[in-house]
């Protein structure tokens, strides 16, 4: 059967239009680099068993890597990293639909896309190319679009042509795309049954009062959890959909030991930040002192700047002039010389001098704009502000900002009256700057800067608050020793594990002897599952060698449950142990693969049976009294599955529309997070409708809108596609 797949537009095509460019990227994150090299059962991946094309996968990559590229050059930033995750998604899904397209014969004939790209037939305009190409009215100009394909089809370079035939291939492809999905969304439908059923699911309800006895109300340690139990429990319940395997995977359990500072560390680092104080108090070249002391991180000298506290709105405080806020009274009341610190800012320590005390200003101003360049804006702005300053005063400058200001967004009044309150000099333009610190508080004049004339009134000036500073930053790092100290404690652990658990009997039983020796070792045991279709690391891993190593670990060939990494895993701060902890086969299962689920569901069911003794043939009032529960009431709808405002328990609400009359009250009640006794206070049943097109609608166009994901995922899984990229590349399987 044919299916449908996700409309995604391609992210390494470059559509050159009008002049402009459509173009569609996907970035944010890097991958493996993959090369060529021999291929043999897998190579980078398979589909329908079949091998996937290496060399077209890459071809792909570098299209995608060239549009980066363009897209940096012409906005003058640095190209951004692929994401080759987001190219294979793509490379898959066209490799898939291709073969669909191929199947129902799904093609595009030029008539047919002559039609579809200049919105003729019966066809509507293209979204990108309708907002693209307009006339005088605003409508979609299909003459505009033939001129511009014209153009680049008969251009005499070869980057116009190439240009026009991505272009054609794009929309012909987009096309392909639209008929197929058109003919499976034409297989998905709703019967009048199934709209009758969702309009009673959702109109049917019931006025209930119930309680409930949470699980965590019984202690897990209560129950006998051993092998011989939990085998029993597994052996009866092992034909349930939930303990079946639905892929293949490998779990891998983990500790690590993080490289953190020693105490000794930390005096030393103590003591250097005292020594820099020192320093600083005895300097009297503070600049030359900073560029000394800098260490691997210098921060900014200011020797005009002011700092602000953190959080403060301004320009400079982006550029890293700030201190605590919590720090603002110390820093606005520290004299010219002092040393303050060390404090904790930036994920360091900082020790700063105050080098100089400057004035915090406030004004407000009028802006008649001109650039200095333009010549006839400077005189046209000239005459205005000539002509206005005989009539501003203090009294009526708020008028005058309102009416001639132009320091404000169209059509949107002057922000606060034209005033700029609390600011530093520096955050200005040197001759506005210079005007609101050395005129007088009160003065009404006028300054020319780049951005036009400005009429400024001096509101206020407080003098020596704001300090400039010269700051040396210590962030506190391991020493070498203690990286040393760390790796060789990572293994002598290893080496340990490997000696105790190489006398352990059962495969299972050595993972549970990792963890074992793990917290003995107080460290935290975590637990991450790798699929073997689409191989990827959890838990925060950031080196490309630790991930493949935990590869290695899962997939090699040979890998049995209780095999350990062979060294120590070298990860950003931390040295990282594993041990292969189960090997899951799609489809299969086995006691050891699913005990952790048998586990649960067989301490929740000795739960339930303990709690149901205690809640049976009790009444509402009976167990609020004997068990100190809360009678708690609600409105039940099947549909929502949910008991009032509480947590949604769909079994116990399927049990309370399978026939039990009102004023009834149930036994109780096997639910997700507790034991329920519910009793049916009064029912309202849906109105009798003939006609259900308004739910057969709405659920259709609900199927319809999910077709596409869901259909794709179908495919996927029928291909059983296999992505290799990682293993190919690390030489796992090929």
């Known amino acids: 059967m044919a299916l449908i797949g996700k409309i995604r537009e391609r992210s390494w095509l470059l559509l050159i239009v009008v002049g402009g460019a459509i173009v569609v990227f996907i970035f944010t994150s890097g991958g493996p680099n993959l090369g060529g090299g021999m291929e043999e059962e897998y190579g980078i991946g398979l589909m329908y068993g079949e091998k996937l094309d290496r060399d077209e996968y890459n071809s792909k990559l570098e299209e995608a890597r060239k549009v980066a590229q363009t897209n940096a050059e012409r906005s003058g930033q640095p190209a951004q990293e692929v994401n080759e995750d987001a190219v294979w998604s793509q490379f898959v899904e066209e490799s898939l639909l291709e073969k669909e397209f191929e199947a129902l014969g799904i093609h595009v004939s ?20 309708k907002n693209t190409f307009k006339d005088a009215q605003g409508n979609f100009d299909p003459k505009a679009l033939e001129n511009q394909i014209n153009q680049l089809k008969s251009a005499d370079d070869k980057a116009s042509k190439d240009a026009w035939q ?68 597994y052996k009866k319940h092992k034909s349930d959909a939930k303990y079946k395997n639905r892929r293949s995977e490998r779990i891998i359990r983990w500790a690590d030991i993080k490289v953190l500072p020693s105490s000794e560390d930390t005096a030393a680092f103590e003591q250097k930040l005292e020594e820099l104080a020192k320093g600083f108090e005895e300097s009297t070249n503070d600049s030359l002192f900073t560029v000394r002391n800098a260490g691997a991180n210098p921060l900014p000298y200011a020797s005009k700047a002011g700092f602000r506290p953190e959080g403060s709105e301004n320009r400079l405080a982006t550029q890293g002039f700030t201190y605590p806020a919590n720090m603002d009274t110390v820093f606005a009341t520290a004299q010219v010389g002092d040393v303050i610190g060390p404090y904790e800012q930036a994920g360091g320590k900082r020790v700063a001098k105050v080098i100089s005390k400057g004035p915090l200003l406030s004004v407000r101003h009028i802006l008649i704009a001109g650039a200095r360049e333009d010549s006839i804006a400077v005189a046209k702005a000239q005459k205005t502000v000539d002509s206005l300053m005989p009539l501003i005063n203090s009294d009526n400058f708020e008028d005058y900002v309102n009416e001639f200001s132009e320091d404000r967004q169209p059509g949107q009044p002057v922000k606060d009256g034209g005033k700029y309150e609390n600011f530093i000099g520096s955050e200005m333009v040197p001759e506005f700057e210079d005007f609101a610190t050395e005129k007088s508080v009160g ?128 990860d950003g701060d931390r040295w990282v142990v594993a041990v292969l ?101 009064k029912s309202q049943n849906a109105d009798a409708i003939s006609d259900y097109t308004t739910q057969k609608n709405q659920m259709l166009a609900e199927r319809r809108g999910q077709v596409q994901s869901s259909a794709m995922n179908a495919l996927k899984d029928m291909a059983e596609v296999i992505d290799n990229r990682r293993f190919s590349a690390i030489r796992i399987r090929n």
């Not at 197929?180 to 009758?196: M, P, R, S, W």
């Not at 191989?535 to 490309?544: A, D, L, M, R, Y």
């Open 581 to 681: 902890a189960d090997i899951k086969v799609k489809g299969e299962t086995t006691f050891e693969n699913a005990r952790s689920m048998v586990e649960a569901e067989y301490i929740k069911e000795k739960k339930y049976r303990t709690l149901y003794y205690k809640m049976e043939k009790k009444s509402l009032s009976e167990l609020e009294a004997s068990e100190k529960l809360f009678v708690q009431s609600g409105e039940v709808v099947l549909g929502k599955s949910n008991l009032g405002s509480g947590a949604r328990e769909p079994e116990v609400v399927g049990a309370l529309f399978s026939g039990l009359k009102d004023g009834k009250m149930t036994q109780p009640l096997k639910g997700m997070s507790g034991v329920y006794v519910v009793k049916i206070e």
């Open 443 to 570: 003065t009404i004049d006028y300054v020319q800067t780049q951005f036009g004339f400005h009429i400024i009134e001096v509101l206020d000036r407080k003098d020596d608050v704001v300090p400039s500073l010269a700051v040396v930053q210590r962030v506190l790092n391991p020493s070498m020793e203690t990286i040393n100290n760390a790796e060789t404690s990572a293994y002598e652990l290893l080496d340990n594990m490997y000696t105790r658990m190489s006398g352990v009997k059962g495969k299972y039983r050595k993972v549970v002897k990792f963890d074992t020796l793990a917290k003995r070792s107080d460290m935290i045991v975590r637990s991450m599952t790798i699929s073997e279709n689409e191989p990827k690391v959890s838990g925060g891993f950031t080196s490309e060698f630790a991930e493949n190593e935990l590869f290695r670990l899962a997939f090699e060939e040979g890998a049995e449950v209780g095999d350990l990494v062979q060294s120590p895993i070298k």
């Open 110 to 129: 030029e008539d047919e896309f002559d039609a579809y790209l200049y919105a003729k037939n019966g066809f509507d305009p293209l979204p990108d190319l």
């Open 166 to 233: 991505q272009t054609k291939d794009y929309y012909m492809n987009l096309r392909r795309r639209q008929k197929y999905f058109d003919i499976v969304a034409q297989g998905v439908y709703v019967t009048n049954l199934e709209a009758k059923q969702q309009y009673l699911a959702n109109e049917n309800k019931k006025e209930v009062k119930f309680v409930v006895m949470n699980y965590n109300q019984v202690d897990d340690k209560t129950f006998n959890t051993s092998d011989k139990a939990l085998r029993a429990f």
